[in-house]
DNA sequence: CGTACTATTGAGCGCTCTCAAAACCAGTGG
DNA sequence: CCACTGGTTTTGAGAGCGCTCAATAGTACG
């Protein structure tokens, strides 16, 4: 419907490196004029420290963000000082999506590295979104596409021991990284093990135990945060989850 | 922004009460025009039975599917025959949100009991969506509290113990029985206990075995698929939800 | 009334958690 | 440079929750 020149992603990329859009999680379709339109309501923010909240759970939802550089971990504070680790958020990736039914943020996100991090006012967002049909679409994409990944984590959840957990977990690491044109095989894990083991339901001990019993299978090699990934194809089979989805791509 | 005459989800519900809107989980302040529009897109499809599928994993997603009646299971089928049942769909709730993203349905919905199900062409009501700010916005929330709502699962599935998963299962089968106006405390299940089990990630006996102690601590009265709550605080408590999240509603 | 399915109950085992301690690391200050 | 400190990670040993296997009981349906 609209016909007016559209430039794909990658496109968007080459053209305008620095700009905010290329950033965004939103590898969508759109002329170069909402393009601009959108870059325009988009906040940059000083750069971010460990530690940082993003927001808190219990404040009033107003923004999305979105990873730039760095790393961010969403969580739910539970009862009894105790905390559940739902995501971790790389670059590229959008944050706060869960929290537009109630207006008001159930969780929290920190930041696990200086990361730099856009914000979307969620208010204009919208009313852009109201007038850009294929923004709209791509909205509507990305908040299917949060479904179906916390899909998949139930499945993760429900079903896979810790070896299969572990696993899984690299691989999403790994392709999520390469995506964004970082190494597949040689990454810096910016959470602790302690998160990891939050993330995926399992003990710290856990985890440290699968990381050496990993290292000395030759799956990878392991240096604390350091990790290179020997054997990815072995990794993906024990994760089981068959490749195909997680492969295929999008021409938008 | 739109100020015509709104009503409630509930006027709207008195006044119009076999109408397909009254039955959408869409508890939107649409204009009676709007709504009109919006009804005159949805098809009502002839009573489906036990074991009918809505779709299937691998299929082109064309429609949402909102439950009027009845109760239907989604669930991914995953390799050498085994699957995870991903969610059970009670009246007024939505299938399909999680197909949107890839335009192809990753899991598949089958009807446990004979049901009414009205589908609504996603096409025409994105095109519909654009033109109405309100339902836009009720889009949004809508896919974001499906969302929270698998954040809430997997805080269960990664932190919960098997006594919790129950009670937890239990009470949200209360509350969003009890939301449609039937009873909160007697209800009948159209699940097997073998699909409430790989639910919740537990196995068929240990649920089998979990039902058994409820009823023997006088939590509730349990006759096979019929569910008498006795004690519905003590399941929330045992859940360990704070209400606060659940209990909280929205004025539209 | 027989067949197939579902649910319940029991016994034993294994995966993962818990508890505990040691090793390692980063930062600080003497 | 080294000792000290607080944190994270690793490693070990033991226990328990929930799974598996197996048998019985109950239910639906022809």
Redesign the pocket.
Known sequence: MNQRKVISFENIRVACKSCTLSQLCLPMGLCAEDVERLDSIVKRSRPLHRGDHLFRGGERFRSLYVVKTGSVKTYAPSEEGGEQVLGFHLPGEIIGLDAIDQSCHACSAKVLETSAICEIPFQRFEELAASIPSLQHQMYRLLSKEISQDTDMLLLLGKK???ERLAAFLVSMSKRLSKRGLSATDFYLSM???EIGNYL?????????L??RFQDEGLLK?D??HVQVRNLTALENMAGTPPSATHQQHSN
């Open positions: 021991n810790a070896e602790s093990r302690h339901g399992l003990a710290v001990e856990t985890v440290s135990r990381f050496t392991v604390r945060k």
